[in-house]
């Protein structure tokens, strides 16, 4: 009786000894870990998108029928771009023209769709920098079809990007945590379409 006392007390002992062998380790592997897993928005690792969109439409009100009846249906001309690393923006806006400036992980990007329904098969692409100022570009956006029921606006878009890195250089205000202005633009030859083709 005596002798199985003794042995469960040695047993108990051993498995003290591994549980805090077992927690000790699950620790250190937590704290390292943790330690080596990168930051996520660290000054080094992210870079500003600056471009100016260009819309006439933009904040319009159109009317389903002559008489006025239906109203209320803003056309919203918002922007949607997509990266390489997952990350995606939306851009609203809410001017003819407006200059916006985006901070963004570095990587590459797409223009993806402009309105409700304007899918682009062909994208436009660009690449920013981390600690820079990314100049992607003037994007020129174009009314190509708009239809309208009671519920909805179902609406189409053309886009040309064009490069005025120059006079942009010379126009905007500095941002105080990039170190540098550079041209990520690559204009594109002619007005891309939704769709299948571009």
């Not at 009786?1 to 047993?11: I, K, P, V, Y």
């Not at 937590?30 to 933009?58: I, Q």
């Not at 919203?76 to 990350?87: A, H």
Request: with cysteine.
């Amino acid at each position: 009786m005596m002798e199985n006392r003794c042995q469960r007390s040695g047993s108990i002992k051993i498995m003290k000894k591994f549980s805090l062998i077992f927690l000790s380790l699950a620790i250190a592997v937590t704290l390292f870990s943790c330690k080596s897993l990168p930051t996520k928005y660290e000054s080094s690792s992210t870079g500003y998108a600056t471009f100016t969109v260009y819309c006439d439409w933009v904040g319009e009100e159109f009317n389903l029928d002559k008489s006025g009846k239906y109203k209320g249906f803003p056309l919203k001309q918002d922007l949607y771009f997509v990266g390489d690393n997952s990350s995606s923006f939306k851009i609203s806006p809410t001017e003819k023209e407006q200059t916006f400036d985006v901070l963004l992980d570095a990587g590459k990007y797409y223009l993806y769709r402009i309105g409700n329904f304007s899918d682009f098969m062909c994208r436009y692409e660009f690449k920013i920098e981390a600690g820079k100022r990314n100049y992607i570009g003037d994007i020129y956006i174009n009314l190509n079809y708009l239809y309208m029921d009671i519920f909805r606006i179902y609406d189409s878009y053309t886009y040309i990007v064009k490069d005025y890195f120059d006079e942009k250089v010379e126009n905007l205000p500095a941002l105080d945590d990039v170190d540098g202005f550079i041209n990520s633009c690559t204009p594109t030859e002619k007005e891309i379409h939704p769709g299948l083709f571009g």
